[in-house]
């Protein structure tokens, strides 16, 4: 994301505080902080209405999204607000998130992502304007042999009525000034305790033509503060030579309201995978990975921290292990 797009988002936000000298007499530093947190975030709610309110005037509504997540799972995903719950909410907010990633086998990355989503309830109740800076991650499976790229993308997301509880989410936008359009679909069955989840998704861009990847989540909250999740994974994409699949266990815990942490065990590999110290087609396990993520409040439940350990044993360094370390803090404005 360019800097100028950044500064006009941080902005507003700077200036509200900027005024900290003519009311801390008053207030105490953390009222302070509370009131003007709250003050931005009704201006980022704001913003967004307006936004909404000037599209309507062209637009008509149709009828809302219903859910059928099961609510003890439904809350774990919105403390740990993995991809999973982004790609799946409708609530306005903006995401401030610095971070930087350390490992023993590859040089240290530092990044600042911008994430917003604009729900144009008046506009038309199911649409979205979103901006987001997409960055593969070393334990997304289709990028664990690819060199990670940073892009910022822009675009309009249509969450469509269910359809015999069929969700459907449908994408258009530009990246790196690539148009692209993407459709996600995901239908919920309860077995016993089980919460079982399948996704599937279709993307066509203009610059890598198509691709496709399928997710089944098995989730079981085991009580109100935890929950186990099994994810299976698998994907194909133009002029790429095999396909990816992927097992990830995860375990989710809760301590609070404010704190948690999870486990995962990640198993990757490629059909037809090649990599430089064994340059012939490989269909095994390419990559083991074990990380753990910790979450946490700190000072305010706007502001996050994430801490993550992991280890890895990819193929491509000779199944050696890569020590990895992870750290991120998100600021949250809106309604998320």
Same mark, same amino acid.
């Given at each position: +994301?360019?800097? !100028?797009? +950044?500064?006009? &988002?941080?902005?507003?936000? &700077? @200036?509200?505080?900027?005024?900290?000298?003519?009311?801390? *007499?008053?207030?105490?530093?953390?009222?302070?902080?509370?009131?003007?947190?709250?003050?931005? %975030?009704?201006?980022?709610?704001?913003?967004?209405?307006?936004?909404?309110?000037?599209?309507? !005037?062209?637009?008509? =509504? %149709?009828?809302?999204?219903?859910?059928?997540?099961?609510?003890?799972?439904? $809350?774990?995903?919105?403390?740990? /607000?993995?991809?999973?719950?982004?790609? =799946?909410?409708?609530?306005?907010? &903006?995401?401030?998130?610095?971070?930087?990633?350390?490992?023993?086998?590859?040089?240290?990355?530092? $990044?600042?992502?911008?994430?917003?989503?604009?729900?144009?309830?008046?506009?038309?109740?199911?649409?979205?304007?979103?901006?987001?800076?997409?960055?593969?991650?070393?334990?997304?499976?289709?990028?664990?042999?690819?060199?990670?790229?940073?892009?910022?993308?822009?675009?309009?997301?249509?969450?469509?009525? +269910?359809?015999?509880?069929?969700? %459907?989410?449908?994408?258009?936008?530009?990246?790196?000034? @690539?148009?692209?359009?993407?459709?996600?679909?995901?239908? #919920?069955?309860?077995?016993?305790?089980?919460?079982?989840?399948? *996704?599937?998704?279709?993307?066509?861009?203009?610059?890598?033509?198509?691709?496709?990847? @399928?997710?089944?989540?098995?989730?079981?909250?085991?009580?109100?503060?935890?929950?186990?999740?099994?994810?299976?994974?698998?994907?194909?994409?133009?002029?790429?030579?095999?396909? #990816?699949?992927?097992?990830?266990?995860?375990?989710?815990?809760?301590?609070?309201?404010?704190?948690?942490?999870?486990?995962?065990?990640?198993?990757?590999?490629?059909? /037809?995978?090649?990599?430089?110290?064994?340059?012939?087609?490989?269909?095994?396990?390419?990559?083991? %990975?074990?990380?753990?993520?910790? !979450?946490?409040?700190?000072?305010?439940?706007?502001?996050?921290? =994430?801490?993550?350990?992991?280890?890895?044993?990819?193929?491509?360094?000779?199944?050696?292990?890569?020590?990895?370390?992870?750290?991120?803090? #998100?600021?949250?404005?809106?309604?998320?």
């Amino acid at each position: +994301m360019s800097l !100028r797009v +950044m500064a006009l &988002l941080i902005y507003p936000f &700077l @200036t509200i505080f900027a005024a900290a000298q003519e009311t801390t *007499t008053q207030h105490t530093t953390e009222q302070y902080i509370d009131e003007k947190h709250k003050q931005f %975030s009704s201006y980022v709610v704001k913003v967004f209405d307006n936004i909404d309110s000037s599209i309507s !005037r062209w637009v008509q =509504e %149709s009828d809302d999204n219903k859910t059928g997540e099961d609510e003890a799972i439904t $809350n774990i995903d919105k403390f740990f /607000k993995d991809e999973k719950f982004i790609e =799946e909410t409708q609530r306005s907010f &903006l995401r401030i998130r610095l971070g930087a990633e350390f490992q023993s086998k590859a040089d240290e990355d530092y $990044n600042y992502k911008i994430r917003a989503q604009i729900p144009l309830n008046r506009t038309k109740k199911g649409f979205q304007l979103f901006i987001e800076d997409t960055e593969k991650s070393y334990f997304d499976p289709e990028s664990s042999t690819e060199v990670k790229e940073s892009n910022t993308a822009v675009g309009v997301n249509f969450f469509a009525p +269910m359809y015999k509880d069929i969700k %459907s989410k449908y994408s258009i936008g530009i990246s790196s000034l @690539t148009p692209y359009a993407k459709a996600r679909y995901s239908k #919920d069955f309860k077995l016993e305790n089980w919460v079982i989840q399948p *996704t599937q998704q279709f993307k066509y861009s203009l610059k890598s033509e198509w691709s496709e990847e @399928t997710n089944l989540y098995f989730n079981r909250a085991l009580d109100e503060r935890s929950l186990f999740r099994t994810t299976l994974h698998r994907k194909t994409q133009s002029h790429v030579d095999g396909f #990816d699949y992927a097992v990830t266990f995860s375990y989710y815990f809760t301590l609070s309201h404010k704190k948690g942490f999870s486990i995962s065990q990640q198993f990757w590999g490629n059909s /037809k995978y090649k990599c430089e110290v064994a340059p012939q087609d490989y269909n095994g396990i390419s990559n083991y %990975s074990t990380f753990i993520s910790w !979450r946490q409040n700190i000072f305010k439940e706007w502001i996050a921290l =994430e801490l993550g350990p992991a280890i890895s044993f990819h193929r491509q360094y000779e199944y050696e292990p890569n020590y990895i370390f992870v750290f991120n803090v #998100d600021f949250y404005f809106g309604n998320i």
